[in-house]
């Protein structure tokens, strides 16, 4: 009689840790769907910083080559002035 008894301790403590491991199972999928979500939060911010700078970079350069083009197109007399660091030096030195 004592057989019986022991049979259906066994198979109450396989379905305890059967339980046990699923709800396991289950907490580290909803920690893998949280990490998840987090992830593409910051994929989706970092993607809209890297495009905000690629227009950034973009405009300057274009910028830059307007500049370019009108330093070229100035005539030599009324452009930039050179800079000679001997004649230019403050005076305290």
């Known amino acids: 009689m004592n057989q019986p008894n022991s049979i259906e301790k066994d198979a109450s403590n ?8 699923q709800a396991d199972l289950q907490a580290q999928v909803i920690e893998l769907q949280m990490n998840l979500s987090h992830l593409e939060v910051t994929v989706e ?5 890297i495009t905000r700078q690629d227009r950034d970079i973009q405009t ?3 910028q830059l080559q307007f500049i370019y083009k009108q330093v070229q197109n100035q005539d030599g007399e009324g452009g930039v002035a050179t800079f000679d ?9």
């Open 45 to 49: 911010r970092l993607n809209e910083v």
């Open 14 to 21: 396989q379905q305890a840790q059967l339980a046990d491991s």
């Open 60 to 62: 300057l350069q274009r």
């Open 85 to 93: 660091v001997m004649a230019d030096r403050p005076p305290h030195y």
